[in-house]
């Protein structure tokens, strides 16, 4: 993630009630900095998203431990319901198996968003836990996939 990439993200708004992924208030440092691990999706060299692995995934409220690796994203705000998701997350999935190679992937998803549940079940993912989030009590689900072992 670049700092002219974090610069466009924390811009992105989103329809309610997907406004809770806006990301706005957000210090695009933050995003840019290796250590807070923020990847840029690219399309031919565009900006579409972003796919973070680490805490940055998880949301107040949920509970959590290291037996998987949390991961998060969003796509650009116009190319939202266009069917990309799946490409989008698997794309992410597999750079992070690739870069972190994790027992399992973790993500937490806001309830009323079917679609996103929807491509993360096509993808593997079980769900597996729901919380109220600390922040305004809205509901989310866990949703954990296994992936396949490997020699470290």
Not at 32 to 58: C, E, K, T, V
Request: aromatic share 12%; glycine share 12%.
């Amino acid at each position: 993630m670049t700092h002219a990439y974090a610069a466009e993200v924390v811009t992105w708004q989103y329809p309610p009630p997907y406004d809770c992924y806006d990301m706005t208030a957000a210090d695009p440092a933050v995003l840019a900095d290796p250590a807070n691990g923020f990847y840029a999706l690219l399309d031919d060299g565009d900006l579409i998203g972003f796919r973070s692995f680490g805490s940055d995934g998880q949301v107040p409220g949920g509970t959590y431990d290291e037996s998987a690796l949390d991961t998060g994203g969003g796509l650009r705000p116009d190319l939202v319901g266009r069917g990309l998701g799946f490409t989008a997350i698997g794309t992410g999935l597999a750079f992070g198996r690739e870069q972190f190679r994790p027992d399992a992937f973790r993500v937490t998803i806001a309830a009323f968003n079917r679609r996103a549940l929807h491509v993360l079940e096509r993808l593997g993912f079980i769900r597996c836990g729901r919380f109220l989030a600390d922040t305004d009590g809205s509901p989310y689900e866990i949703l954990i996939r296994a992936e396949v072992s490997r020699p470290r």
